[in-house]
C-alpha cells in the first residue's frame, strides 16, 4: 500500500482512521494515524513532529488518559528517537485469540484487538516498526527490527507514560540492587505507595515495579509488560521529580546471571516485550486479562501434569530446624486430611532429610494421593546466601541431571528461591529452568523473583510466583502484620491482576512462630483462599491451628475449588477493601475483605447471581472462630453486612 494512500485510508469494520499529507515538513507535530477499539470506547492518536519524534497519546470516551508520550529506541550504534521518517502503515487488521488457562482469573479466554502497524526509518534509511493493539480494556505497543546488526544492542527505550498533573498513583519501590537480606534484592518485596501524586519520586531512587497503577480523573490504568523472553531485560518505571511523566527503565547492571549481561540482546526478527496499558474502571482492571492476553502462546509441551491445587507448607509456622523428616510427615497428614494435593518441602532438606528419606517421604505422599514440591536456592553469586540446595541448577547440564532424579523419585514440583533480578542473562536463566522443567514434568514456583509477566499462559508449568511482600513477612516483623490488610486490598488492583501470586496467605488460628500478632480477623484470613490466585496456593495453616477450626469451615477448605472460571468485580477500591466473585463450574465464591481498621458496611446483589441459596462466613461471635449464616437467596436477594477494620467475610452461592 503506498503511503498517500495509506494516510486516506478509513476501516469502518477495525474503527482505524490514518491521516497524512506533509508529515515532516510541519512546523509542529503532526497528526499521522488514529486507531480505535472494537468497541470504539478507547482512541490511540499517533504523532510525528518536525524533526522527526514519535509521540502517542490515549482517550477513553473522549478524555485524555495518556498525554503526548515518546516512542522510539536507543541502540549501541543507531538512534530511533528522532529523525525518524514515517514509511508505511500496515492494512488494519482484526486480532482474535482464544486460549484456556487452569492458573488466571478466567478459564476461557478471547482477546479481541484491532493492530496496526506503522514502519519508520531513521536517517541511516534502518527501520523500526511500531506494533499497536487496541483491545475494549487498553492498549498494547512493541517494536519490531526485521533486520540485525552483528553484537547490536538497546541501551536504552524511550517509551513513556504521560498523565495529566492531578493523577494519581498507587506504586511498589523497587528495591536497588544487592541491598537487603544477604544481597537478594531486587525481588519485588515492598509495600505499595498508595494515592500519592504523580512525580513522587521511588524512596528506594530504583523506580516503580509493575504492574503500576494510576487514577487520571475518573479512569484507571494499570501499566505493565508482557512477552519477556530471554533476549530482553525485565523492565520498571522511572520518573524525574515532579514529572508525570514515567519512562521505561533497564536493569540495574549488576542484575545478571554470573558472567552474562544486562542488555537486550538481538533476534531475527528482534521484538521487544508489549508495553501493556489496561485503560478503564476497577471493574475493567479487576476483571481484564490483558497481562496475558499479550503473552505468547503456550510452548509445546505435555501438560498432563499441570494440576492446580493447594498445599500444606510447614516453613510458614515452624521455620528452618523443623524441615526434618517426622515434621513433614506430619504436613503431608495434613494435606491428605484436607484434600490438598501437595506438601512443599523447604530449605536444607537435602541434608535436614536427606535425599533417600525424600524419596521415602515421596512413597508415602503417593499413597495419600498428596504430590511432594521441594525447594531450591538458585543463587550462583548474585548474593550470599547459603541456604540449600545451592547451585545444582546454574547449567542444563546441572539441572537435567537434578530434574531427571526428581523425576524418578516422583518429586512434582519444584520451588526456586532467591533470584539476582532483571537483567537479560538472568531473564533467560528464568526461561531455562522452565523449559528443562517441563521436560521432566516438575511444576516450578519462583520465589524471591521477578514479576511472571504472563509467562504462566506461555510456560503452563510455571503455576505460581512469590514478588509480593507475603505473609511470611508477618512471622518476622509486627509492622509488615500492622499494615497487612491495608496490603493485601491493594492486591488484586495491582500485583494479583495478571500474574499467579505466592502470598502463602490463609492463616486462620494465629501464626505459631514468633511473637507478631496478627492484626487480621479469621473471616478475613479465610476470604484471602478465594481473593488471591495463585495456581497453587500455599496455606499458611498449621494442622495444629486447623484443629480448632470449625468442620464446616474446615468443609469449605477441602471442597474450594482448585481455579476458576470467571470473576466480577463487585465493590473496592485499592488499599481500601475488595469484594470479588468468582466462579468455578456453576457454584460463585464471593470474597471480601477490610483494609481499614473502620466498619464498612457492604452491600451484595445476590439475585444477579441467579442462584438459590447463599452460605455465608463471616465473624465469629461469643469467642468462635467464625459466624454461618443460611439464606434462601429468591426471599433476601440484597443482603448487606458489616465488615469489621480488618476483617472479611465469604459467600457461597448454590
Known amino acids: 500500500m503506498s503511503l498517500k494512500n495509506t494516510f486516506f485510508l478509513v476501516c469502518f469494520l477495525c474503527g482505524i482512521s490514518v491521516f497524512g499529507g506533509g508529515i515532516c515538513n510541519q512546523l509542529r507535530a503532526q497528526q499521522v494515524a488514529q486507531l480505535q477499539s472494537p468497541d470504539k470506547s478507547i482512541t490511540l492518536n499517533v504523532f510525528i513532529s518536525a524533526s522527526g519524534e514519535i509521540q502517542y497519546g490515549v482517550q477513553k470516551a473522549g478524555v485524555s488518559v495518556i498525554q503526548p508520550s515518546a516512542l522510539g529506541v536507543t541502540m549501541k550504534s543507531h538512534d530511533f528517537t528522532q529523525g525518524l521518517k514515517l514509511v508505511t502503515v500496515s492494512k488494519p487488521e482484526r486480532i482474535a485469540d482464544r486460549y484456556r488457562t487452569k492458573n488466571a482469573k478466567k478459564s476461557n479466554i478471547l482477546y479481541l484487538a ?24 487498553g492498549l498494547a505497543f512493541r517494536y519490531s527490527f526485521s533486520w540485525v546488526d552483528n553484537n547490536e544492542t538497546i541501551i536504552e527505550e524511550h517509551s513513556s507514560f504521560t498523565f495529566d498533573k492531578a493523577t494519581k498513583a498507587w506504586l511498589q519501590p523497587m528495591a536497588e540492587a544487592k541491598t537487603g537480606f544477604e544481597h537478594c534484592q531486587p525481588s519485588y518485596e515492598e509495600h505499595y505507595l498508595q494515592d500519592i501524586p504523580v512525580g513522587t519520586v521511588s524512596p528506594l531512587k530504583s523506580g516503580w515495579v509493575y504492574p503500576a497503577l ?27 521529580p515532579a514529572s508525570p511523566d514515567y519512562s521505561i527503565g533497564f536493569a540495574d547492571p549488576r542484575e545478571v546471571f554470573t558472567g552474562g549481561g544486562y542488555l537486550p540482546e538481538n533476534n531475527k526478527p528482534w521484538l521487544t516485550p508489549w508495553r501493556v496499558v489496561t485503560i478503564g474502571s476497577l471493574k475493567t482492571i479487576v476483571e481484564s486479562t490483558l497481562g496475558t492476553d499479550l503473552a505468547p502462546q503456550a510452548i509445546d509441551m ?38 490438598w494435593q501437595y506438601c512443599l518441602i523447604d530449605a536444607n532438606w537435602d541434608t535436614q532429610i536427606g535425599y533417600d528419606k525424600i524419596a521415602e517421604l515421596s512413597t508415602y505422599a503417593k499413597q495419600k494421593n498428596v504430590g511432594l514440591i521441594l525447594w531450591y536456592n538458585s543463587a550462583g553469586d548474585w ?50 529452568i522452565l523449559n528443562d522443567a517441563a521436560k521432566y514434568k516438575l511444576l516450578v514456583n519462583f520465589h524471591g523473583a521477578t514479576l511472571p509477566r504472563g509467562w504462566q499462559k506461555t510456560y503452563p508449568n510455571l503455576v505460581t510466583a512469590e514478588a509480593i511482600y ?28 495478571f500474574d499467579p501470586m505466592d502470598f502463602t496467605p490463609m492463616n486462620l488460628t494465629g ?42 469451615v474446615k468443609d469449605f477448605l477441602i471442597t474450594l475449588p482448585d481455579y476458576w472460571d470467571d470473576v466480577k468485580f463487585l465493590d473496592g477500591f485499592p488499599g481500601k477493601y475488595a469484594v ?33 441459596k447463599a452460605t455465608i462466613f463471616t465473624e465469629g461471635t461469643n469467642g468462635e472462630l467464625f459466624s454461618k449464616t443460611g439464606l434462601n437467596v429468591l426471599k433476601e436477594k440484597d443482603y448487606s453486612l458489616v465488615m469489621k477494620g480488618n476483617g472479611g467475610f465469604v459467600v457461597v452461592l448454590d
Not at 494510576?214 to 524525574?240: H, M, P
Not at 507475603?470 to 491482576?497: I, S, W, Y
Request: proline share 2%; aromatic share 10%.
Open 114 to 137: 484491532n493492530q496496526l502497524v506503522m514502519s519508520f526509518t531513521n536517517e541511516e534509511e534502518k527501520e523500526m516498526d511500531v506494533i499497536f493493539r487496541l483491545s475494549d480494556d
Open 214 to 240: 494510576f487514577k487520571t480523573k475518573d479512569t484507571w490504568v494499570l501499566i505493565t509488560e508482557a512477552a519477556l523472553e530471554g533476549t530482553y531485560c525485565g523492565t520498571r518505571l522511572v520518573n524525574e
Open 302 to 339: 505435555t501438560q498432563s501434569f499441570i494440576k492446580p491445587g493447594k498445599a500444606s507448607w510447614s516453613w510458614i509456622n515452624s521455620k528452618d530446624d523443623m524441615i526434618v523428616y517426622d515434621e513433614q510427615k506430619k504436613y503431608i497428614d495434613f494435606a491428605a486430611e484436607m484434600n
Open 383 to 432: 548474593n550470599t546466601i547459603t541456604y540449600h540446595p545451592k547451585d545444582v541448577l546454574l547449567t542444563k547440564e546441572g539441572r537435567e541431571k537434578e530434574f531427571s532424579r526428581l523425576q524418578a523419585m516422583g518429586i512434582k514440583g519444584i520451588k526456586i528461591d532467591f533470584f539476582g533480578g532483571d537483567g537479560r542473562s538472568m531473564i533467560q536463566y528464568y526461561i531455562d
Open 470 to 497: 507475603g505473609m511470611e513477612m508477618v512471622t518476622f516483623d509486627q509492622g509488615a502484620a500492622d499494615k497487612q490488610a491495608n496490603h493485601c486490598a491493594m492486591l488484586p488492583f495491582t500485583r494479583n491482576a
Open 511 to 552: 501464626l505459631t512462630y514468633s511473637n507478631c500478632i496478627r492484626k487480621t480477623t479469621p473471616a478475613f484470613e479465610l476470604a484471602l483462599s478465594v481473593l488471591f490466585l495463585s495456581g497453587i496456593q500455599h496455606y499458611a495453616q498449621s494442622p495444629e491451628g486447623m484443629a480448632k477450626v470449625p468442620e464446616d
Open 580 to 612: 470479588i466473585a468468582r466462579r468455578s463450574g456453576n457454584r460463585w465464591y464471593i470474597a471480601g475483605i477490610n483494609g481499614e481498621k473502620n466498619e464498612k458496611k457492604i452491600n451484595l446483589d445476590l439475585a444477579a447471581f441467579n442462584k438459590n
